[in-house]
C-alpha cells in the first residue's frame, strides 16, 4: 500500500473518531453556563459522582481486554510486551504465552506499534481509577489463534494458520481482537454513571473505533486477494471470524465481516461494510456474558479458555466463574 494512500486513511478514521472541542474566549449569545468559557467544559450536575462502586466492575472487565490488545499489539511490533515497556502495569501477572515479534512490513510496524503504546494509556489511566489488578494470563500463542482460525472456518486448515508469518496473517489475526473490546464498551455504557469512568470509556471506544477502522481498512483493501496457502480470501476469511463471534457471543448477529447481504449493509443499498454497523449505522453492542463467551472462545461465561485460560480478572468474571 502507498505511503500517501495509508495516510489519508489515518486522517479519515481520526476526522471520524476524534471529540472536537470547540473554544471560545465569549459569546454575547450564550447562555449564562456557557458565557466566557475557554475551553472548559460545562458545569457538572452537583449530584454526580466521578466514579460510582458499581462502575469499578465494569472497568475491571475492561481492564481485561487492554491487557490482551496491549501485549498482542506490543509483542507483535517490537518483540516486547509490557514486562519491558510498562513493567509498572503488571501488577505481577504472568507472561503471556507465545507472544512473539510478527514478520511485518515498515508500514504495518509502525502502525501496530502505535496501537500497542495506545493501549498502555489505556491501562495507565483504568488503573488509576482502582488500583488495577494482576494482568490475567494470556494466551497469544499461535497454536491458539490455528486453533481459532480452524473454528472460524469448520475445517482444520493446513498449514496451521500461523499469525505470526507475515503482515497480512498477523492483520486477520488482529480483526478478531479490538472489535470485541469495542461493542462491549458501547454495552457497557448504560450501566455506568460516574462522569469520570463516562470520560474513560468514552476514550476507550473513540481508539477502538480507530483501531479497528484502520484494520477492517487494510484488509478491504485486499479484500479479493487469496490467503495463501489457503483456498480463501481475506473477505471470506473476515465473514469466517464475524461469523464465529456470533455462534460464540450468542444473542444475535452483532458482528459483520467486510461484505454482507445488501439488506444488511448502510440504507440496505451497499453490501460494502468497512464498518460494521447495525440497521441504523450505529455500533452494535454487547453485554459482559456476550464478551466473555467470544474472548473464551468457549460460547460460555462461566468456562474459561481461548485467549484466557485460567478467565478474566475482577469482579463480573470471577462471579461468572463461580456459577460453574
Not at 204 to 209: M, Q, R, S, T
Amino acid at each position: 500500500m502507498a505511503a500517501s494512500k495509508v495516510s489519508l486513511l489515518l486522517f479519515f478514521v481520526a476526522a471520524a473518531t476524534a471529540t472536537t472541542v470547540l473554544c471560545s474566549s465569549s459569546s454575547s449569545s450564550s447562555s449564562s453556563s456557557f458565557s466566557n468559557v475557554s475551553c472548559k467544559q460545562p458545569p457538572r450536575p452537583p449530584d454526580v459522582d466521578p466514579v460510582y462502586p458499581t462502575d469499578v466492575d465494569y472497568l475491571q472487565l475492561a481492564l481485561n481486554l487492554e491487557y490482551l490488545e496491549a501485549e498482542w499489539f506490543l509483542f507483535g511490533a517490537t518483540g516486547q510486551g509490557l514486562d519491558a515497556t510498562a513493567p509498572e502495569l503488571v501488577n505481577g501477572g504472568p507472561p503471556p504465552i507465545g507472544a512473539q515479534k510478527a514478520n511485518l512490513d515498515d508500514l504495518t510496524r509502525r502502525i501496530i506499534e502505535e496501537f500497542g503504546y495506545q493501549e498502555i494509556g489505556h491501562l495507565r489511566e483504568i488503573t488509576k481509577v482502582f488500583g488495577g489488578f494482576p494482568r490475567p494470563l494470556i494466551d497469544l500463542s499461535g497454536s491458539n489463534f490455528a486453533k481459532l482460525f480452524d473454528e472460524a472456518v469448520g475445517q482444520s486448515i493446513q498449514p496451521p494458520f500461523d499469525p505470526y508469518q507475515n503482515s497480512l496473517n498477523y492483520i486477520l489475526a488482529s480483526y478478531v481482537i479490538p472489535y470485541v473490546g469495542l461493542v462491549g464498551y458501547v454495552g457497557t455504557n448504560q450501566n455506568i454513571y460516574g462522569h469520570r469512568t463516562k470520560r474513560i470509556l468514552a476514550g476507550l471506544i473513540g481508539i477502538e473505533a480507530g483501531q479497528d477502522a484502520v484494520l477492517r481498512t487494510l484488509l478491504y483493501e485486499r479484500g479479493n486477494e487469496v490467503v495463501q496457502p489457503y483456498n480463501f480470501t481475506v473477505t471470506e476469511f473476515t465473514v469466517f471470524i464475524s461469523d464465529m463471534r456470533n455462534r460464540l457471543a450468542m444473542c444475535g448477529n452483532k458482528d459483520e465481516g467486510l461484505l454482507v447481504p445488501p439488506e444488511l449493509g448502510a440504507e440496505k443499498r451497499t453490501s460494502s461494510n468497512i464498518l460494521a454497523a447495525n440497521s441504523k449505522s450505529l455500533t452494535h453492542s454487547r453485554t459482559p456474558a456476550q464478551t466473555l463467551r467470544a474472548v473464551y472462545t468457549t460460547g460460555s461465561e462461566t468456562k474459561p479458555g481461548g485467549f484466557f485460560p485460567n478467565g478474566a480478572n475482577g469482579k463480573i468474571a470471577t462471579d461468572f466463574m463461580h456459577i460453574s
